[in-house]
């Protein structure tokens, strides 16, 4: 029942994996098939956890601990909550497809470009299954090297400059969060995150947060994210910012929110204004940018602001929300990514004012990019929605202006996500889109379409995550009860 | 009879289904017929339901406060969404206001999908345009089905969708895709002030259920911001003011969807809103009155706008803008039934309207200015008699529907006896005034007379029966049938079966009940203010001894619909904009995207600094290792 060994597994098999693809000295294709072997088998495992995570249980399951540093108090802990079985699922579905679309544009130098999204798939799971801080941390920095380079080999003509930033800002919150490890560690005599005690400590936990806020990222600590999305592979952006930039919020709601009760609720307003004015000035910038990938950016910058607006709203349909929104965007942003990179393939440019006409006769991209557009903008009986409506119901119950703000940003996400949706698919054909520009190939619609169709599934039964993410029937007692 | 519900709802979505996945492989003429039986099945599911409803009455106490029990069966198929102690259920509520609406929505839906195939017949994405239309018709259902409230929201937004993608269906027009986009921000506005006010109630019960939602007690000021929130979805998808602009640009999509969206059945959801909630409006009666004053307000200006227009379907969408006037007057100030009613007639011979209008302009290929289409009756005998109908009907003459439904909408508010009940009295007859002129302004312009050279030019025969296909003509029948005979259901002062129906899930508010004087009075004034109308109308455009008044001022306004438009041009969308842009350009580039840049920069600048420190030279090290034992001499004998 317990299947412990499980949770390890999904970490070490795409490592395993990466190493294997490294080494041996396969042809183009085969490597790619290898690859998205493991990958595909990471999903396989991943239904298996879910199918034998017990909701009704309260605590941390399918569990693996080992001593690692004794006398320090660090061990190999990790294991699984209700919400972090969601996230890994995420986590595998989303790097499935974003390794298939390597495999399907066959990118240059594929043993380092399969070894690389199958380390960074490990890492990422890593981060989500991690019980203990130094391993939490070991994690996050190892999700990053891989990105670092996929970025700088694999991406746009401007991609150094994006590398840099991208390097400078993660590092920046890195060091800081080592740094609050350290201390806490020092004073808790224990880097366990299950055992160890919750802490006052307001510097520590704007440690913490300043990684999470720049990872997420909330306003203004989105310099980096413009840049990066625009010049990395679509694949990699679609993983950045559908899967990495959850592990920043992730981080809110495992690390900065249960353990540093006290100081979560000192800076409540402060960190809600700065997730509020991510949601508000994301949606503008969204709404003015002259790019498929700007609006994809800006909207994914609101959207991290909306859920985080949920974490810190501390009630119980701010958490279940909160957690279904990462699920539900995490989806809708890989597809998305995917999408543009399909029209990037066809047309060569992401930029409204050479595109445009695409539906006309391609009802497959069409109906691709209306579905998840509608979708994205949370259209009444989506699963954004659904998470969208338990965020402000349940921030509402802090204080009404937080949910005005979010029902404002709801009418601005209509307003640039149907100005997407039309500059692509509608008016006259832009002048970059060719009569023969091919209508989505069976090959990309077997990526974009099993994410599209979980979305649907989510859409029809959101209780599925929003219900089975916390145990008990108060996620704010659980969470403040530090998920015991 | 909840499994009538369920057949009634699915039955749509499962033609959708159907489409999308035949795809290609689907001949095109499939398409048109699997949408269309899944509507008629939904409609037989319809009938089921409606034959098994029971209605329990709300229990009243002697203090005047009323419990409203679930005025129907409930049945729930999962839990949609659940978090914490709250958990809404995917839930369909059967009871006399949701069949009756179920009736109507697949009865004239199917008609009008029907009469589509011959419509969209030879358009290249036909197929598109039925995996739309069945789509929308299960939203549609959802939305009247709904057993609670956020079940109904979810109906709401899709609705809204379906209306988007339909309204932009030929979307290589500009025109049409701005106008899909603008019906959607504006429904997305009343979506979230909808929203808020579930917040509230969320926050103060736990739940969306309409019992909880309809027996809770809050404050003045809470329950009247709840209703408020309703009232804002309302007003949006209904095109009410203030957010009505959208409805006459939405007349880009094909004529079917303007037939059945935006006048039989989607645009009528707000009415259908406020009787539903009824109970929470009740406790907040000034919103309630602020609805039917909006109401009044509409169908007056909308009347107004309509007598300028030159488009033969923007004439009909401001009429039907109008027409929605006169049921959020009536539901607004209590006579629920009263505006259901005129709702289902409404149903008959606005789509009637359309559907004829769809003919001439389909003999015309694709002319939909009124002022060339003269004569066209001589060509058209039978869109021309069903045209007369519906017109008939729009205007309240007797026999005809109209007539039954709008008079009793009227006689409500003099029922209420006060100084605003009899402005809204007024505002109704002076209503049917203009229904009376634009409609018939429409009548003369286009149908009588001998064929304009235009008409002659342009006109071509089609079908066997050279006015369109069968599949045309029959709804088009049937339609004409319904509205000059679908009014004799009830006539108030002396049977009235359908209030009757109604009554367990939105009785009549006793002030809002008029007597039998009221009534005949009340029928008196409005059908005489009706002929006045045509009458001015066949003076003016059929015999042409009357000038148009010459006002140029007066036509400037209209013209420009009383510069709505102009003004939230100006006061939200560009001044939105405009802050998006100056974000960007004047904080976004040079502040948050320069941070990164510049940091990395100044660590190069300071290690390129500090590089120059590392001379080589012992000498300078020594110096360095002097000064920084000093420095810490320093300060420790300070410390100290």
Known sequence: MSASYLTSILIWLPVAGAILVWLLPLSRYATGALAMLFSLAEVGLWIEQAARFDFSRPGLQMEERARWFGDLGVSYHVGVYGFSVWLVGLTVVAMAAATGYGFWVGRDRPRGYFALMLLLTGATVGVFVAQDLVVFYAFFEAMLIPLYVLIGVWGGARRMDATIKFVLYTMAGSLLMLAAIVAYGLQAHTFDLVDGPASGSRWLFLGFMLAFVIKAPLFPFHGWLPDTYREAPPEVTAVLSGVIAKAGLYGMLRIAIPKFPDPASFYRTAVLALAAAALVYGSLLAFRSTDFRGVVAYSSLAQSGLIALGLFAGTDLGFDGAVLQMVAHGLVSTSLFLIAGVVERRTTTGEFRLLGGMARGRPALATLLIAVGVISLAVPGSANFAGEFLILAGVFQRAWWWAAIGAGAIVLAAMYMLRLISAVLHDARGSTVADEALDVRPGELALIAPLVAGLLLLSAWPAAISHHSFFGNSPAATVKGQFK | ?640
């Open chain 2, 1 to 640: 009879m909840t499994g009538g519900a369920w057949l009634c709802l699915l039955a749509p979505l499962g033609g959708t289904i159907a489409i999308l996945l035949g795809g290609n492989r689907l001949p095109r003429v499939a398409a048109g017929w699997i949408a269309t039986s899944s509507v008629f099945v939904a409609f037989a599911g319809a009938v089921w339901a409606f034959i098994g409803v029971r209605g329990p009455q709300p229990t009243c106490g002697a203090l005047g406060g009323c419990f409203y029990p679930p005025p129907g069966e409930l049945t729930t198929a999962w839990t949609w969404l659940a978090s914490g102690h709250f958990s809404v259920g995917l839930q369909l509520l059967v009871d006399p206001l949701s069949t009756v609406m179920m009736l109507i929505v697949s009865g004239v839906g199917g008609l009008i999908v029907l009469y589509s195939i011959g419509y969209m017949h030879g358009d290249p994405e036909e197929r598109r345009y039925f995996a739309y239309i069945a789509f929308f018709v299960f939203s549609m259902l959802l939305l009247v089905e709904g057993g609670n409230l956020l079940m109904l929201l979810v109906g709401w937004g899709l609705v809204g969708l379906s209306s988007y993608l339909l309204i932009g269906f030929w979307h290589e027009r500009p025109s049409a895709v701005q106008a899909a986009k603008k019906a959607f921000v504006m429904n997305a506005f009343g979506d979230a002030t909808m929203a808020l006010a579930f917040f509230i109630l969320i926050a103060h019960t736990g739940s969306l259920s309409f019992e909880s939602a309809f027996n809770v007690h809050l404050s003045s000021t809470t329950q009247s911001l709840v209703a408020l929130g309703l009232l804002g979805g309302a007003a949006a998808k209904s095109a009410q003011i203030p957010l009505q602009t959208w409805l006459p640009d939405a007349m880009e999509g094909p004529t079917p969807v303007s037939a059945l969206i935006h006048a039989a059945t989607m645009v009528t959801a707000g009415v259908y809103l406020i009787a539903r909630t009824h109970p929470i409006f009740e406790q907040a009666r000034t919103v309630e009155l602020i609805a039917a004053g909006i109401g009044a307000l509409t169908l007056l200006v909308a009347g107004l706008i309509a007598l300028v227009q030159t488009d033969i379907k923007r004439v009909i969408a401001y009429s039907t803008m109008s027409q929605i006037g006169y049921m959020f007057l009536g539901v607004g100030v209590g006579a629920y039934s009263s505006g259901m009613f005129h709702l289902m007639t409404h149903a008959f011979f606005k789509a009637l309207l359309f559907m004829t209008a769809g003919l001439a302009i389909h003999a015309l290929s694709g002319e939909q200015d009124i002022r060339k289409m003269r004569g066209l009756g001589k060509l058209m005998p039978f869109t021309k008699w069903c045209f007369l109908a519906g017109a008939l009907a729009l205007v309240g003459i007797p026999p005809f529907s109209g007539f039954f439904s709008k008079d009793s909408i009227i006689a409500s508010a003099a029922a209420l006896g006060t100084w605003y009940g009899w402005i809204f009295w007024l505002c109704g007859v002076a209503g049917a005034l203009l229904t009376g002129l634009y409609t018939f302004r429409l009548w003369f312009l286009v149908f009588p007379g001998e064929p304009s050279a235009f008409v002659q030019e342009h006109h071509h025969k089609e079908g066997r029966f050279g006015e369109g296909h069968w599949t045309m003509l029959v709804p088009v029948g049937v339609l004409a049938v319904l509205a000059t005979v679908g009014g004799w259901l009830q006539w108030a002062p002396l049977w009235h079966p359908f209030t009757n129906w109604l009554a367990p899930a939105a009785s009549t508010l006793a002030a809002a009940a008029p007597t039998n004087t009221q009534e005949y009075y009340t029928s008196a004034a409005t059908v005489i203010a009706g002929l006045v109308g045509i009458a001015i109308a066949w003076a003016i455009y059929s015999e042409e001894r009357v000038k148009i008044p010459y006002a140029p001022f007066a036509q400037r306004v209209l013209e420009n619909k009383f510069y709505f438009d102009a003004l939230y041009d100006r006061l939200f969308y560009r001044p939105a904009a405009a802050i998006a842009t100056d974000l960007r350009i004047d904080f976004e580039e040079p502040v948050i995207l320069q941070t990164g840049p510049d940091l990395g920069e100044t660590t190069l600048e300071a290690g390129g600094m500090v590089r120059r420190l590392q001379t080589g030279f012992l000498r300078t090290y020594v110096l360095f290792l002097a000064f920084g034992a000093a420095a810490v001499v320093l300060a420790f004998l300070i410390a100290k």
